[in-house]
């Protein structure tokens, strides 16, 4: 993890910073889903009206000329509601998706089965016919994840899946390490890759996303994003900055609120309430200390830009590397962070990373600088929403169908965490999700054919 940035020692600086199964269709070829124009995913995630100072930001740290990052931004918007159609459709062949180029011109789906290859390419997108698909590196990576609560993994201090290559990696601080882990998994001979890095992670510790906040007078971290629980205004922050019941001071040194819930390890999450002197808002602090509002939490695909704000280092941008990736850091081991280029520096944990405008985590930890470059990590904001109950506090967004009044337990809810391949029912009708995302009063399936396919 990026470790807070402690101001009188509390605490340690943590441095870890076939056939396509269709209803009633037999064929890949005859069963392509329909296109989901740019136009209605863009507008959406709010891709097609991004704030200047993310243009500019990705335009400076991605190397980008001007208005490829406009035009990035909707590529990427319709790639992940694309790529969340396909899915659905192949299902258990399904095997990852993922964009590439300078504007995520490509997007590529990766599935199992040769004879999926025309659906895939009828949605305009490259087809790979791999070996393995997503859900069996999900159990292997999940067996690593168990193993690690048994053993020792400080000289291997990442393992993810890496949906391109269509394989589990262990990165270790020399090979015999990572054989060694792979051996008490019982995955030799199972594929899992190992790359050799002497990088190790650190903690990146030190109601804006991106402002400080001080811990208990001792330790500095980043607010993530605003949210709500029922009455109650706070923010969404990482865990390893705070312990339940730990009170925090604002940027300005004032009295801010209490933690009211912190998971560290296996995950890294945390929910502050603040008092009544402060006053949440959609805001993340930008380039500059411009302000750039959140609209959603739809998660974007890997490949995609991101964009992280500190209290340390303040706005920087790079690309998504991988999602479900664990990290082992001298503190304990995170499950289920992302991956990105981002660079960060201790007193950055708990800041926020969008894509666009949508929110997509908080700082966990990393390596390196943003002197000389690092790789950073992040956990993701839909699962900190789903376990404490939070809602995400947004931008207002167009008037949509109002969430039905009955209780289902199926029944689409705004507030619910949807992850990609849920299904609900929306006035009576049967609806899949194509990209996880926490629901909003304006995005009901029948007004988001971007989120939701009808069934």
Same mark, same amino acid.
């Given at each position: 993890m990026l470790g807070?940035? @402690? +101001?009188? =020692?509390?605490?340690?600086?943590?441095t870890a910073l076939g056939t396509l199964v269709l209803t009633g269709a037999t064929s890949a070829a005859t069963a392509a889903p329909p296109p989901v124009p740019a136009s209605t995913a863009a507008q959406t995630l709010g891709a097609d009206r991004p704030p200047a100072a993310v243009l500019r930001a990705m335009e400076r740290d991605l190397k980008l000329k001007p208005g490829q990052a406009a035009e990035r931004l909707v590529n990427e918007a319709e790639a992940g509601a694309r790529a969340g159609r396909l899915r659905n459709?192949? %299902?258990?062949?399904?095997?990852?998706?993922?964009?590439?180029?300078?504007?995520? +011109?490509?997007? @590529?789906?990766?599935?199992?089965?040769?004879?999926?290859?025309?659906?895939?390419?009828?949605?305009?997108?490259?087809? +790979?016919v791999v070996k393995r698909p997503l859900t069996e590196l999900q159990s292997v990576k999940s067996k690593l994840d168990a193993t690690a609560r048994k053993v020792k993994t400080?000289? &291997?201090?990442?393992?993810?899946?890496?949906?391109?290559?269509?394989?589990?990696?262990?990165?270790?601080? !020399?090979?015999?390490?990572?054989?060694?882990?792979?051996e008490a998994a019982d995955l030799q001979g199972k594929g899992v890759g190992i790359r050799v890095s002497a990088v190790r992670p650190r903690l990146l510790a030190d109601v804006v996303g991106g402002d400080a906040y001080y811990i208990e007078s001792s330790a500095r971290c980043s607010v993530g994003f605003s949210v709500t629980k029922d009455d109650q205004q706070g923010f969404a922050s990482a865990g390893h900055c705070g312990n339940r019941g730990d009170s925090t001071a604002g940027y300005n040194l004032a009295d801010q609120g209490t933690f009211?819930?912190?998971?560290?390890?296996?995950?890294?999450?945390?929910?502050?309430?603040? $008092?009544?002197?402060?006053?949440?808002?959609?805001?993340? !602090?930008?380039?500059?200390?411009q302000r750039t509002q959140v609209t959603g939490s739809v998660?974007?695909?890997v490949g995609a830009s991101i964009?992280?704000?500190?209290?340390? &280092?303040?706005?920087?941008?790079?690309?998504?590397?991988?999602?479900? *990736?664990?990290?082992?850091?001298?503190?304990?081991?995170? $499950? %289920?962070? *992302?991956?990105?280029?981002?660079?960060?520096?201790?007193?950055?944990?708990? =800041?926020?990373?969008?894509?666009? *405008?949508? +929110?997509? %985590?908080? *700082?966990?930890?990393g390596s390196g600088n943003c002197t000389n470059g690092g790789t950073t990590f992040y956990q993701p904001i839909n699962p900190i929403l789903s376990d404490f109950g939070l809602v995400l506090k947004t931008a207002p967004t167009e008037p949509g169908t109002p969430a039905p009044e009955d209780n289902a337990v199926d029944t689409w809810t705004a507030?619910?965490?949807?992850?990609? %391949?849920?299904?609900v029912t929306h006035a009576g009708v049967r609806y899949q999700c194509l990209q996880s995302h926490q629901a909003q009063r304006g995005w009901s399936p029948v007004a988001t054919p971007a989120l939701w396919q009808r069934l």
């Open positions: 807070r940035h @402690t +101001a009188a =020692g509390r605490r340690v600086a943590l459709a192949l %299902g258990t062949h399904f095997a990852g998706a993922w964009v590439r180029g300078a504007t995520s +011109a490509e997007l @590529t789906v990766a599935t199992t089965h040769a004879a999926d290859v025309s659906a895939i390419e009828a949605q305009g997108a490259k087809a +790979a400080r000289d &291997t201090p990442v393992w993810y899946v890496d949906v391109p290559a269509n394989r589990v990696v262990v990165q270790a601080i !020399k090979r015999s390490a990572a054989t060694a882990f792979i009211q819930a912190s998971t560290f390890p296996r995950k890294d999450m945390s929910w502050i309430a603040v $008092n009544s002197d402060w006053t949440t808002t959609a805001d993340v !602090k930008g380039a500059g200390g998660q974007a695909l964009c992280r704000s500190g209290s340390t &280092t303040g706005w920087h941008c790079g690309t998504i590397s991988q999602h479900d *990736t664990s990290v082992s850091y001298a503190q304990g081991t995170v $499950n %289920g962070v *992302t991956e990105t280029t981002v660079c960060a520096e201790p007193g950055d944990s708990g =800041g926020p990373y969008i894509s666009g *405008t949508q +929110a997509q %985590g908080v *700082t966990s930890g507030g619910r965490v949807y992850e990609a %391949g849920a299904t």
